[in-house]
Nanobody
Framework: QVQLVESGGGLVQPGGSLRLSCVVS????????IAWFRQAPGKEREGVGC?????????NFADSVSGRFTISRDTAKSSVTLQMNSLKPEDTGIYSC?????????????????WGRGTQVTVSS
């Protein structure tokens, strides 16, 4: 059974940083693409960024977060980390991680098969 569990959300002031973790079980992390998505109140879910399988390690980010967010994989801990810097109020939302066996060599921000429940991120002064 595949499970993804997010942690690390919270309240942060504008300009601050947060680190989200996604612990994955039930699959071999190196072989899958992992993405982070977010959903703000009243808005559709959007892809934030993704990391391809370990074969390429290519990352891909939405324009809105490019240069501020990074994604890394820790195979030993079977986890993927989303590092978020220079946070803005518009980054507020529920952040979820997801996994797929498709487009693993060059990840996409759509088309994922397994999902976590999410963690709340609030950016406010």
């Amino acid at each position: 059974q595949v499970q993804l569990v997010e942690s690390g959300g919270g309240l942060v002031q504008p300009g601050g940083s947060l680190r989200l973790s996604c612990v994955v079980s039930g699959l071999k992390l190196d072989l899958y693409a992992i993405a982070w998505f977010r959903q703000a109140p009243g808005k559709e879910r959007e892809g934030v960024g993704c990391i391809s399988s370990a074969n390429t390690g290519i990352t891909n980010f939405a324009d809105s977060v490019s240069g501020r967010f990074t994604i890394s994989r820790d195979t030993a801990k079977s986890s993927v980390t989303l590092q978020m810097n220079s946070l803005k109020p518009e980054d507020t939302g529920i952040y979820s991680c997801a996994a797929t066996w498709r487009h693993v060599s060059r990840c996409s921000l759509s088309g994922y098969d397994w999902w976590g429940r999410g963690t709340q991120v609030t950016v406010s002064s």
